[in-house]
């Protein structure tokens, strides 16, 4: 089982831009399909962004353009660098990751899920 933690997160005011970063440790052996999501008070996770294991790219319509999606050279480190961001997306972002999705994206099937981290609070203020 792999475990993950997510650093980053912090204050920005709208326009500005902020890296996450995703580093996973235990399973070191296998490669996870990972993505991003976020959920704002009061409202649902949603996908942010997702990488599979070809390296093919996924985004929710709302931050295409904006948003990019990466892996790092260390095994199952993940990055999302976040461009013109919006007061609309404040919320905690997830850092998450799944074994068996063959070509599947975690934004289209988030069931396959297997392990998720325990958030990143992202503010950006008007």
Do not use: H
Not at 1 to 12: A, M
Not at 59 to 77: H, I, L, Q, W
Not at 118 to 123: D, E, H, I, K, Y
């Amino acid at each position: 089982q792999v475990q993950l933690v997510e650093s980053g997160g912090g204050s920005v005011q709208a326009g500005g831009s902020l890296r996450l970063s995703c580093a996973a440790s235990g399973d070191t052996a296998s490669t996870y399909c990972m993505g991003w999501f976020r959920q704002a008070p009061g409202k649902e996770r949603e996908g942010v962004a997702a990488i599979d294991n070809n390296g093919r790219t996924s985004y929710a319509d709302s931050v295409k353009g904006r948003f990019t999606v990466s892996k790092g050279n260390a095994k199952n480190t993940l990055y999302l660098q976040m461009n013109s961001l919006r007061p609309e997306e404040t919320a905690t972002y997830y850092c998450a990751a799944a074994l068996l999705c063959g070509s599947l994206n975690l934004i289209d099937e988030p069931a396959i899920i297997d392990a998720w981290g325990q958030g990143t609070l992202v503010t950006v203020s008007s």
